[in-house]
């Protein structure tokens, strides 16, 4: 044990002394601090513009008082008056942003038909998009694996090339612990780096110290180990050092590069989603339809869904909103089954690629750290269903008014229901991928171990 | 004497059973990426079609309507698909495909591919363009790093310059050897794109995508070719092969993946864009100042009312020939469209000062410069998604228009009456015309003299720099 240890001690002399490493090191710690940096501020950034939307709704209130002095018919008021589901994010998705800059984080309602509002995207840059986020998430599950493999590509193989191996093997020193001394070292470092950087962002993004915090550690920890296991597979084969460059390059490109890209498009191959596209058609037709329908007939239909007012008074005028709004909300009955194709098409696709994860650790670290920060396709979803119960919300506090033909005063306005929701962890999908992630790394340190124990250590 | 380097070259790169398996391997990405690709390419397309076609059908099969209740119903614009998208997605699946058009508004460009996805998208997509833009140099990579540190430790180079030929001719010979060995890697499946693209009849006879695809490959042969000299010059100045592999693979890494995602968040943290629903709250603020087509009360109809009763010399509005409603309408969208596109420009302007400073990056990054060239090229960049918005908005607008001057002709006492359901079928639905490659140039200028830069100051500077390289 205490060779082990001065073994220890004697490559971290060595680190110190080769330049080009440590500063590699102390350039992906910047980074990674440049990585928190961008996430918070972009999250953030995102903050502030939830924070303007009261003051928005706001202004929308003050404009309609004026507009509307005395009581006024609440037809107008939802008409007119707009307010917004907001989607708040959890103190981790700083860490890492997944989908949130894609998908709107908020959403701008009316009392009209939900399904055409529900969709409006939010003003994004598609080429920034397109280069994706410099985020935490990021920085440990693409660069990370390339700081393992350039500070332990050459292992074993550039001492053998400089001759030290012979010399080192002659003392009374068994193999392994050279190698197991060698990996301890890179792997505290490495650890040590992601742990410094994980904290850092804890703190700096305020994240409440909660059993999550484990499960973010325990994911970069196994992470980190899986890497340095393939490592351990290619020091085991005890080639040259060029060929071990090339080798954990190569895995790198397959695992996060090309792996992931194969990935989403057999995903997108196998479960397709058009309806997106259909159902907005079919629920303008709808609406629209309604001014040409007899008034009766739409009431009918909605009574029949909405019994409790079936006993008002029956549409003589014109125009009367109550109708108005009754063939909006048919509008978006009607796309009901389309929409839930929609959303159980995407559920299905999220849960595929969770299904596919164990292919590449790297997709499965990603998706279980966005999972983790709630910043995925499901908490998108969760926050669409809430903003459709508020959409619900609005309609039932809106009816009373418009079927019993109360008049809306300035003090109702206060009483309208507001909306807030803020993201979750996917715990679950988190845990799932914590464990496939565990298999992956005894599936590698099994190999590279039997390996090592297969084929003795050759110093020449 | 270059000819025999070359021929050495591309020979003992054939034989090279590594390089063999590493070409086949990224020959048959190559193919499979073009094939998905086009798979891909025409669900999307035919989704859209068949979208596009459903709403004009639905428009012109309207019954009796009032002009401003088909402004209200208003239709839906598709973005087709560009024709070489199959080739670059770009931005493609970031961008909405679908804009509902209506009266008084202009609304977001919705349904992205992205926001139909998990953020295993955010890994990158597939295309020909991920495998020519970065799967391609590492190939390149793995080709050349040892051009000359081999030779130098075999001591054949010194038996080489003892023959009389200069370094720098050695160079060109191995540059034009290796660019043989890309070669056999990237035609078979430019080669089959064109194919693709011939089988598609509505391409087969367009002289625009032909050049479009003539440029893109162009372009890609100048990216190529300025990777091969760099490998070549970084092997002939690093004195052991396996430093020149690690700088050539730590480049590759600065400028295929941190370089693009820092710059562009760098842009995005610079120059802010405003919000949708700021920008919907202040278009709402600046449209108050002109007329509202949808009240009565306001003092601008009033006023506009009472000029049209001085010039048509009537006393009351019963007696007009047309309607004040129609006019008003008129007058409101004109202005309410006038505000949306000053802040649409507005917008528009934030994301090309955001994206400029990727451009820019251009010049510090070849990787920068071929990406908006290929996109630019394959009609799926940032300038084809605005020219698509600006057609949507255009043809908005003029179907809106020309619903309330037939509204107006309606004279007064319109809100009572409806027009025949054949007045819709006589309105035209949206076409998109895809702008022609002229058009697209004019923003790949930038891209295009960065790349150029790069590969003439790479021969240039960099063969002088292998001049005075060691020869042991």
């Known amino acids: 044990m205490r060779t082990f240890w001065i073994l220890v001690r004697y490559e971290w002399r060595h680190f110190r002394a080769a330049k080009g490493l440590v500063l590699l090191t102390g350039l992906v710690l910047l980074v990674g601090l440049y990585g928190i940096y961008y996430g918070t501020t972009e999250i953030e950034r995102q903050r502030q513009h939830l924070a303007t939307l009261p003051t928005l709704a706001h202004h929308n209130v003050e404009e309609l008082k004026k507009k509307f002095p005395g009581p006024a018919d609440a037809g107008d008021i939802g008409y007119y008056h707009t307010t917004f589901a907001v989607h708040h994010p959890t103190e981790w998705a700083s860490l890492a ?25 939010e003003n994004v840059n598609p080429t920034k998009v397109l280069s994706g986020n410099f985020d935490l998430a990021f920085v440990l599950v693409y660069l990370f694996p390339l700081l393992i493999i350039a500070l332990s590509f050459n292992l074993l193989s550039s001492e053998k090339e400089q001759g030290i191996l012979v010399l080192l093997l002659a003392q009374p020193v068994r193999p392994g612990v050279v190698v197991a001394a060698k990996l301890t070292l890179r792997l505290l470092l490495v650890l040590g780096l992601a742990l410094l950087l994980s904290a850092v962002a804890v703190a700096w993004a305020r994240v409440p110290l909660d059993g999550r915090v484990g499960v973010w550690v325990a994911l970069v920890v196994l992470y980190c180990l899986f890497w340095f296991g393939v490592v351990a597979i290619v020091t085991a084969l005890q080639r040259n050092s060029a060929f071990n460059a090339v080798a954990l390059v190569g895995a790198w490109l397959v695992l996060v590069v090309l792996l992931p890209g194969l990935l989403n498009v057999y995903v997108d191959a196998t479960r397709p989603v058009p309806q997106g596209l259909e159902l907005t058609i079919k629920q303008r037709e709808e609406i629209h339809g309604g001014w040409d329908k007899p008034k009766s007939e739409t009431m009918n239909r909605f009574f029949a869904l909405y019994p409790q007012w079936r006993d008002t008074a029956t549409i003589r005028e014109r125009f009367v909103w109550r109708w108005y709004y009754a063939f909006q909300h048919l509008g978006d009955e009607s796309v009901r089954p389309l929409v839930a194709a929609y959303t159980d098409g995407l559920r299905q696709r999220f849960a595929l690629v969770e299904r596919l994860a164990w292919v590449s650790p790297a997709v499965n670290a990603q998706v279980s750290l966005a999972a983790l920060a709630g910043t995925d396709l499901p908490t998108h979803l969760a926050f669409q269903q809430s903003a459709t119960r508020y959409h619900d919300a609005l309609r039932a506090f809106y009816y009373p008014y418009l079927f019993r033909k109360v008049a809306f005063t300035h003090d109702d306005y206060a009483k309208e229901p507001t909306h807030t929701f803020t993201s979750t962890s996917e715990l679950g999908t988190a845990t799932s991928g914590l464990w496939k992630l565990l298999v992956s790394v005894g599936v590698v340190w099994a190999t590279g171990l039997l390996l090592l124990q297969v084929r003795p250590l050759n110093p020449r | 004497m270059i000819r025999s380097i070359a021929k050495k070259e591309l020979v003992s790169t054939l034989r090279d059973r590594r390089f063999v398996v590493l070409s086949v391997l990224m020959l048959a990405l190559l193919l499979a990426a073009t094939l998905v690709g086009r798979a891909s390419y025409r669900t999307l397309q035919r989704e859209r079609q068949v979208a596009q076609q459903t709403v004009n059908d639905q428009f012109h099969h309207q019954p009796n309507r009032h002009p401003h209740r088909v402004a209200h119903y208003g239709s839906f614009a598709f973005r087709p698909k560009a024709g070489l998208s199959f080739l670059d997605a770009g931005l493609d699946s970031f961008t909405g495909t679908a804009v509902f058009l209506e009266a008084h508004q202009q609304n977001s460009v919705n349904f992205s591919q992205a926001q139909q996805a998990s953020s ?353």
Not at chain 2, 244 to 260: D, E, F, N, R, S
Not at chain 2, 382 to 395: G, I, K, L, S
Not at chain 2, 424 to 432: E, K, L, Q
């Open chain 2, 120 to 472: 295993l998208i955010r890994f990158g997509e597939l295309t020909v363009a991920f495998v020519l833009q970065l799967l391609v140099p590492l190939l390149i990579i793995f080709l050349c790093f040892n051009a000359f540190a081999e030779e130098r430790e075999a001591g054949t180079l010194k038996l080489l310059l003892t023959q009389g030929v200069s370094l720098r001719r050695i160079a060109w010979g191995k540059i034009t050897g290796y660019g043989q060995a890309v070669a056999l890697v990237v035609v078979p499946a430019l080669a089959l794109a064109a194919w693709l693209l011939l089988s598609n009849e509505s391409f087969a006879n367009s002289p625009d995508a032909w050049a479009r695809l003539g440029l893109f490959g162009l372009s890609y042969v100048v990216y190529f070719f300025l990777w091969i000299v760099g490998a070549v010059v970084v092997s002939a100045r690093q004195q052991h092969a396996r430093t020149a592999l690690v700088l050539l693979l730590g480049c590759w890494m600065l400028g295929g993946i941190i370089l693009p995602k820092a710059t562009a968040n760098l842009g995005a943290n610079l120059f802010p864009a405003i919000t949708k629903a700021e920008l919907d709250a202040k278009v709402h603020e600046d449209a108050q100042k002109g007329i509202n087509g949808h009240d009565p009360q306001d003092a601008r109809s009033a006023a506009l009312k009472a000029n049209l009763l001085k010039k048509y010399k009537v006393d009351s509005e019963e007696k007009l020939p047309v309607s004040v409603g129609g006019l008003v309408m008129a007058e409101s969208e004109a202005y309410t469209a006038k505000v949306y596109q000053q802040h649409f420009a507005t917008l528009n302007h934030t994301y090309e000062r955001q994206n400029a400073l990727t451009v820019w990056a251009g010049l510090l990054n070849p990787y920068q410069a071929i990406r908006p060239l290929s996109m630019g090229l394959a009609g799926s960049d940032f300038a084809h998604y605005v020219h698509f918005q600006q057609a949507a908005e255009d043809y908005r607008y003029q179907l809106v228009q020309r619903l309330n001057a037939l509204q107006t002709s309606m004279g007064y006492g319109d809100k009572e009456r409806k027009l025949d359901a054949a007045t819709w079928r006589a309105i035209p639905t949206f076409a998109y015309e895809a702008p022609v490659l002229g058009w697209a140039l004019g923003y790949l200028v930038g891209p295009a003299l960065a790349l150029l830069l790069w590969a003439v100051g790479l021969s240039w500077l960099g063969l002088r720099a292998i001049d005075k390289t060691s020869i042991v």
């Open chain 1, 97 to 121: 942003l997944g989908q949130r800059d894609v998908n709107p984080y908020y959403v701008k309602l009316r009392l009209l038909g939900l399904q055409g509002q529900l969709y409006a995207s």
